[in-house]
T-cell receptor, first 117, second 112 residues
Framework: AQSVAQPEDQVNVAEGNPLTVKCTYS??????LFWYVQYPNRGLQFLLK??????LVKGSYGFEAEFNKSQTSFHLKKPSALVSDSALYFC???????????????FGKGTHLIIQP | DAGITQSPRHKVTETGTPVTLRCHQT?????MYWYRQDPGHGLRLIHY???????DKGEVSDGYSVSRSKTEDFLLTLESATSSQTSVYFC???????????FGDGTRLSIL
């Protein structure tokens, strides 16, 4: 079985400071990893993904994430936070070898990111 | 935004009644998914489809059924709604294995 842990329910950062939202995962095979953002009363918006290749992945809105296989982590980062980055962030995983490619994602419980002016 | 429309966007109904939620896509993607979102649980997979009339169960499928008679439509049915099925339901679509899922804006379902 696969799982995702987001250890922080909430992260508070001052505007202009760097931010990190943590994610660790567990899969039996190799992972597909994703970050999504959710604004109030909206669906999830895709930010970035790791499939294979470079461990540092760049995505939308200046976000990036670093895949660390030994620590089974995929932390989301941004060098300089904006107030508009305040939202709910989800990390998700899928095992590359599972379900013939059709399986859905396993999500973490989400982290509320609050950027203070 | 991906061409995904969920209907209705809000629904209030009573325990024991049948409920059907609809997901319609204009992207011609093969894969479609239904999730529910509950506080403290993130999103959990209910059912998914990998083609017309091809569906399978997810993590929390009990009490739910699905149908996909056309590529563009994926229906989620609660045969006899219970209060524990009060939730926000999201549909997602995906083109192929390496692509991310894209989500609709959700249906807020309240069962009294």
């Amino acid at each position: 079985a696969q799982s995702v842990a987001q250890p922080e329910d909430q992260v508070n950062v001052a505007e202009g400071n760097p931010l990190t939202v943590k994610c660790t995962y567990s899969v039996s095979g190799n992972p597909y990893l994703f970050w999504y953002v959710q604004y109030p009363n909206r669906g999830l918006q895709f930010l970035l993904k790791y499939i294979t290749g470079d461990n540092l992945v760049k995505g939308s809105y200046g976000f990036e994430a670093e895949f660390n296989k030994s620590q089974t982590s995929f932390h989301l980062k941004k060098p300089s936070a904006l107030v508009s980055d305040s939202a709910l962030y989800f990390c998700a995983v899928r095992d590359m070898g599972s379900g013939g490619g059709a399986d859905g994602l396993t999500f973490g419980k989400g982290t509320h990111l609050i950027i203070q002016p | 935004d991906a061409g995904i429309t969920q209907s209705p966007r809000h629904k209030v109904t009573e325990t024991g009644t049948p409920v059907t939620l609809r997901c319609h896509q204009t992207e011609n993607h093969r894969y479609m998914y239904w999730y529910r979102q509950d506080p403290g649980h993130g999103l959990r997979l209910i059912h998914y489809s990998y083609g017309v009339k091809d569906t399978d169960k997810g993590e929390v499928s009990d009490g739910y059924s699905v149908s996909r008679s056309k590529t563009e439509d994926f229906l989620l049915t609660l045969e006899s709604a219970t209060s524990s099925q009060t939730s926000v339901y999201f549909c997602a679509i995906r083109q192929n294995s390496n692509q991310p899922q894209h989500f609709g804006d959700g249906t807020r379902l309240s069962i009294l």
